[in-house]
T-cell receptor
Framework: SQQGEEDPQALSIQEGENATMNCSYKTSINNLQWYRQNSGRGLVHLILIRSNEREKHSGRLRVTLDTSKKSSSLLITASRAADTASYFCATESSGGYQKVTFGTGTKLQVIP | EAQVTQNPRYLITVTGKKLTVTCSQNMNHEYMSWYRQDPGLGLRQIYYSMNVEVTDKGDVPEGYKVSRKEKRNFPLILESPSPNQTSLYFC???????????FGPGTRLTVL
């Protein structure tokens, strides 16, 4: 199965609510990143968290990393219609090979 | 303006006709990578390059070739395209594999 798997696969919420997405991975990593993709376009970087960090904030985004459970979560607070997009986690495997693995993504719909 | 460019953006071709998708970045990044995106499968890494003349296979390298003769360019070559290579392709670059990746706009390839 895949290195990075997000759940849920799809999420629909009302504007103003919080959205939480989870990512699980299988191997040891150096860092984990979250990206956003608007329909069919290139991905845009949101936040990076290193393996020795547990939590990171950026504006309305909060990311947690639990290396013992090999999982991460992305929380978007006070969601807006403009947050409607697909969200992907990406891990860089440790070991010096710089191989990057993306998950299958969570499709978020924020209803105005 | 810092950017990753890909050409062409759209391509329809026939089985067996060799093609090249170009990728160029102007950020002096060491790391470049090619991904394909298919519905429900997220982004899968095809090949990556840690520096000039250094390339390595990603998760789905079969049927693809790459070269990295110059730092700024990382072309993707399909020697004999087949219909199962119909996909959306993204090129990305970053300082290293674990850093923020900057994505090109994507190339939508259809192989008939």
């Amino acid at each position: 199965s895949q290195q990075g798997e997000e759940d849920p696969q799809a999420l629909s919420i009302q504007e103003g609510e919080n959205a939480t997405m989870n990512c699980s991975y299988k191997t040891s990593i150096n860092n984990l990143q979250w990206y956003r993709q608007n329909s069919g376009r290139g991905l845009v970087h949101l936040i990076l968290i290193r393996s020795n960090e547990r939590e990171k904030h950026s504006g309305r985004l909060r990311v947690t990393l639990d290396t013992s459970k090999k999982s991460s979560s992305l929380l978007i607070t006070a969601s807006r219609a403009a947050d409607t997009a697909s969200y992907f986690c990406a891990t860089e495997s440790s070991g010096g090979y710089q191989k990057v693995t993306f998950g299958t993504g969570t499709k978020l719909q924020v209803i105005p | 303006e810092a950017q990753v460019t890909q050409n062409p953006r759209y391509l329809i071709t026939v089985t067996g006709k060799k093609l090249t998708v170009t990728c160029s970045q102007n950020m002096n990044h060491e790391y470049m990578s090619w991904y394909r995106q298919d519905p429900g499968l997220g982004l899968r890494q095809i090949y990556y390059s840690m520096n000039v003349e250094v390339t390595d296979k990603g998760d789905v390298p079969e049927g693809y070739k790459v070269s990295r003769k110059e730092k700024r360019n990382f072309p993707l070559i399909l020697e004999s395209p087949s219909p199962n290579q119909t996909s959306l392709y993204f090129c990305a670059s970053s300082l290293t594999g674990g850093d923020t990746q900057y994505f090109g706009p994507g190339t939508r390839l259809t192989v008939l």
